[in-house]
């Protein structure tokens, strides 16, 4: 199985901070990499695939980037409601399509 | 709307059967992949595997083969995930998603959860 590593598992940012996080697959998985966000007691909400394509509806300081093994999520102006837990997940070739650790994204 | 309505929570005692059910609404169900993914209490997700209701065709992680079952019932386009024998390690918040098309391969719209408690 493809092992999906996050980074860091949390961090503390601010109001209009920059913030990103990393992602790392244990083998060139192209470009087949989503993120998702978690809110406490919520279902994950789905924000991009391919690694850097929008899903509708995500508002645009959400970004990707990367390919191969080395992915990032980047938040460019961290808003209140950004405040959550984000998930990547490996969806090359056959199943299992594995999920990163999470990380938590809290409030400094 | 595409709405996917699971179950409500249950509290099981080890050893009993479960069946729990995610109704899909607002599209065509037997087009798209139907995934389960497990969340423990305070952990991260886990991807449990995803069932095809066109054919039932069924992929499932090696970590769950064999302790759950997938299902679908295309009349009532409704999936299905099934344990014959709880144990208390599945206690767990389960999620249903559906998969989306072509190069966007990824769970698109999620369940509300349903919540399974297994203790003695």
């Known amino acids: 199985d493809i092992q999906m590593t996050q980074s860091p598992s949390s961090l503390s940012a601010s109001v209009g901070d920059r913030v990103t996080i990393t992602c790392r697959a244990s083998?060139?998985?192209?470009?087949?990499l989503n993120w998702y966000q978690q809110k406490s007691g919520k279902a994950p909400k789905f924000l991009i695939y391919d690694a850097s394509t929008l899903q509708s509806g995500v508002p645009s300081r959400f970004s990707g980037s990367g390919s191969g093994t080395d992915f990032t999520l980047t938040i460019s102006s961290l808003q209140p409601e950004d405040f959550a837990t984000y998930y990547c997940q490996q969806t090359y070739s056959t199943p299992p399509h594995t999920f990163g650790g999470g990380t938590k994204v809290e409030i400094k | 709307d595409v709405e996917l309505v699971q179950s409500g929570a249950e509290v099981k005692k080890p050893g009993e059967s479960l069946k729990i059910s995610c109704k899909c609404s607002?599209?065509?169900?037997?087009?798209?992949?139907i995934g389960w993914v497990r969340q423990k209490p305070g952990k991260g997700l886990e991807w449990m595997g995803i069932i095809y209701p066109g054919d039932s065709d069924t992929r499932y992680s090696p970590s769950f083969q064999g302790q759950v079952s997938m299902s679908v019932d295309r009349s009532i386009s409704t999936a299905y995930l099934q344990w014959s024998s709880l144990t208390t390690s599945d206690t767990a918040t389960y999620f249903c998603a559906r998969q989306g098309v072509g190069r966007n391969v990824a769970f698109d719209i999620w369940g509300q959860g349903t919540l399974i408690i297994v203790s003695s």
């Open positions: 607002g599209y065509k169900f037997t087009s798209n992949w």
């Open positions: 083998q060139n998985i192209n470009s087949y």
